[in-house]
C-alpha cells in the first residue's frame, strides 16, 4: 500500500486564496508589535510634552515696551533668566526638532534591522512567500502598514510643535527664527516626508544587504547623511531674491540670509580683508580701491518658508520614490 505525496489538482480543487490586505496588516503589526507600542508611547509622549511646553511659553511676559517685539537688545534681562522662558526656548527651538531628526534615524535603522533585514537574514520572509503572498506584496503591506502609522504619528506632532512656538512672546520676534533649519524640519510637511524617506532607505538597505546589524548600521548612518545634508540644499530650492548696493546688512528682518559678500564689475566675490575700518566711508573706499562695484545680497524673505518647505518635500518623496522602485526591481531579480 502505498501513499500519493503529491496529488494532482482535479477540477474540482483550487489554489488556496491570497491573503487579502485586512489580514497580512494585521500579521505585520503582530510581528512588529514591540515597535508599534514603542512608536505610539513615542507620538501620546511627545504629544504631552508639546502640550506642556505651550503653557510654559503662555505663562512668558517679556519685559520692555511693545516696540521691542522681543528684541534681545531692547528687553530687560527679566526673561532671559525667567525659567519659563529658557525652558520654552530651548525646547521649542533646539531640542524638540533635534530629537525630531534623531527619531527619522533610528526609524531608518529599526527599517533596516527589523523590518527588511532580520526576516532576510532568518529565512521567514521566504516562508511568508511561500503562503500565496508575492515577495512584491509582502514588502508592499509591510511598508504601507509602518508608513501609515509613521506618517499619521509625525502629521499630529507637527500641528503641535507648531501650536506650542504660537505663545504671545514669539510674535514677531527674532527669537522665532524659521531659518533655523531644525526649526524649518520640524515645521512644516516635509517632517512626514522625512520620515517616509527613513522607512524605505532602511527597508531597502535591509533587502540589500540581508544582515540586520549591518543593516541597521548603514542605513542609520545614511539616514544620518541625509539629514545633515538636507539643510545645504534648501536655500537653493526655490530662486533667491536679490539686494545690491553699497549698504550692508539690507536684506529685510527675518530674512534667511544665503550669501553676502563684495563682488567686482564682472560680478565676481571680492575679499575684503583688511578693509573693515572705523567708518563705512573708510570701509568704501578700501573696497573701491580693491575693485569692489558694491554688496551683493542673496536672501530668502519669509514669504519664500512656503514653497521651500513645498520644494524640500518634493525632493525628499522624489528620493523616496527612487529607493522604493529600486526595492522592488531587486525583489524582482532575486525571486521568481
Same mark, same amino acid.
Given at each position: 500500500?502505498?501513499?500519493?505525496?503529491?496529488?494532482?489538482?482535479?477540477?474540482?480543487?483550487?489554489?488556496?486564496?491570497?491573503?487579502?490586505?485586512?489580514?497580512?496588516?494585521?500579521?505585520?503589526?503582530?510581528?512588529?508589535?514591540?515597535?508599534?507600542?514603542?512608536?505610539?508611547?513615542?507620538?501620546?509622549?511627545?504629544?504631552?510634552?508639546?502640550?506642556?511646553?505651550?503653557?510654559?511659553?503662555?505663562?512668558?511676559?517679556?519685559?520692555?515696551?511693545?516696540?521691542?517685539?522681543?528684541?534681545?537688545?531692547?528687553?530687560?534681562?527679566?526673561?532671559?533668566?525667567?525659567?519659563?522662558?529658557?525652558?520654552?526656548?530651548?525646547?521649542? =527651538?533646539?531640542? &524638540?526638532?533635534? #530629537? $525630531?531628526?534623531?527619531?527619522? *534615524? %533610528?526609524? +531608518?535603522?529599526? /527599517? !533596516? @534591522?527589523?523590518?527588511?533585514?532580520?526576516?532576510?537574514?532568518?529565512?521567514?520572509?521566504?516562508?511568508?512567500?511561500?503562503?500565496?503572498?508575492?515577495?512584491?506584496?509582502?514588502?508592499?503591506?509591510?511598508?504601507?502598514?509602518?508608513?501609515?502609522?509613521?506618517?499619521?504619528?509625525?502629521?499630529?506632532?507637527?500641528?503641535?510643535?507648531?501650536?506650542?512656538?504660537?505663545?504671545?512672546?514669539?510674535?514677531?520676534?527674532?527669537?522665532?527664527?524659521?531659518?533655523?533649519?531644525?526649526?524649518?524640519?520640524?515645521?512644516?510637511?516635509?517632517?512626514?516626508?522625512?520620515?517616509?524617506?527613513?522607512?524605505?532607505? =532602511?527597508?531597502? &538597505?535591509?533587502? #540589500? $544587504?540581508?544582515?540586520?546589524? *549591518? %543593516?541597521? +548600521?548603514?542605513? /542609520? !548612518? @545614511?539616514?544620518?547623511?541625509?539629514?545633515?545634508?538636507?539643510?545645504?540644499?534648501?536655500?537653493?530650492?526655490?530662486?533667491?531674491?536679490?539686494?545690491?548696493?553699497?549698504?550692508?546688512?539690507?536684506?529685510?528682518?527675518?530674512?534667511?540670509?544665503?550669501?553676502?559678500?563684495?563682488?567686482?564689475?564682472?560680478?565676481?566675490?571680492?575679499?575684503?580683508?583688511?578693509?573693515?575700518?572705523?567708518?563705512?566711508?573708510?570701509?568704501?573706499?578700501?573696497a573701491e580701491a580693491k575693485g569692489v562695484e558694491g554688496f551683493e545680497t542673496l536672501f530668502h524673505p519669509a514669504s519664500h518658508a512656503v514653497p521651500l518647505h513645498l520644494a524640500e518635500t518634493a525632493l525628499v518623496l522624489v528620493?523616496?520614490?527612487?529607493? %522604493?522602485? +529600486?526595492?522592488?526591481?531587486?525583489?524582482?531579480?532575486?525571486?521568481?
Amino acid at each position: 500500500m502505498s501513499t500519493t505525496l503529491n496529488r494532482a489538482a482535479g477540477k474540482g480543487t483550487s489554489s488556496p486564496l491570497a491573503p487579502s490586505f485586512g489580514t497580512l496588516a494585521r500579521v505585520v503589526l503582530r510581528l512588529h508589535r514591540g515597535a508599534l507600542l514603542t512608536w505610539i508611547a513615542v507620538v501620546v509622549l511627545a504629544g504631552a510634552g508639546l502640550v506642556w511646553l505651550r503653557s510654559e511659553g503662555m505663562s512668558v511676559e517679556v519685559a520692555g515696551p511693545p516696540e521691542c517685539s522681543g528684541r534681545l537688545d531692547c528687553m530687560s534681562m527679566g526673561p532671559v533668566f525667567e525659567p519659563d522662558f529658557g525652558v520654552h526656548l530651548f525646547w521649542s =527651538g533646539s531640542a &524638540v526638532p533635534f #530629537l $525630531l531628526c534623531v527619531f527619522s *534615524v %533610528a526609524v +531608518a535603522g529599526w /527599517a !533596516g @534591522a527589523a523590518l527588511t533585514g532580520a526576516e532576510q537574514e532568518r529565512g521567514t520572509a521566504a516562508l511568508a512567500w511561500t503562503q500565496s503572498v508575492s515577495p512584491r506584496r509582502w514588502v508592499a503591506v509591510k511598508w504601507g502598514v509602518a508608513g501609515a502609522l509613521l506618517v499619521g504619528g509625525v502629521g499630529v506632532l507637527v500641528p503641535l510643535y507648531l501650536w506650542s512656538r504660537a505663545v504671545p512672546y514669539m510674535a514677531d520676534s527674532p527669537l522665532d527664527d524659521w531659518t533655523d533649519w531644525l526649526v524649518f524640519t520640524a515645521s512644516g510637511p516635509v517632517a512626514p516626508a522625512l520620515f517616509l524617506l527613513a522607512l524605505t532607505l =532602511g527597508a531597502y &538597505v535591509g533587502l #540589500l $544587504l540581508r544582515r540586520s546589524l *549591518v %543593516a541597521l +548600521a548603514v542605513s /542609520a !548612518g @545614511a539616514m544620518f547623511g541625509v539629514v545633515q545634508g538636507l539643510p545645504l540644499l534648501i536655500p537653493h530650492l526655490w530662486p533667491k531674491e536679490r539686494i545690491f548696493g553699497w549698504e550692508m546688512g539690507a536684506a529685510p528682518a527675518k530674512a534667511w540670509i544665503v550669501s553676502e559678500e563684495a563682488v567686482d564689475a564682472q560680478g565676481r566675490a571680492v575679499s575684503m580683508d583688511g578693509c573693515y575700518r572705523e567708518s563705512d566711508a573708510l570701509i568704501r573706499q578700501c573696497a573701491e580701491a580693491k575693485g569692489v562695484e558694491g554688496f551683493e545680497t542673496l536672501f530668502h524673505p519669509a514669504s519664500h518658508a512656503v514653497p521651500l518647505h513645498l520644494a524640500e518635500t518634493a525632493l525628499v518623496l522624489v528620493l523616496t520614490a527612487a529607493l %522604493a522602485f +529600486a526595492a522592488l526591481r531587486l525583489l524582482r531579480r532575486r525571486t521568481p
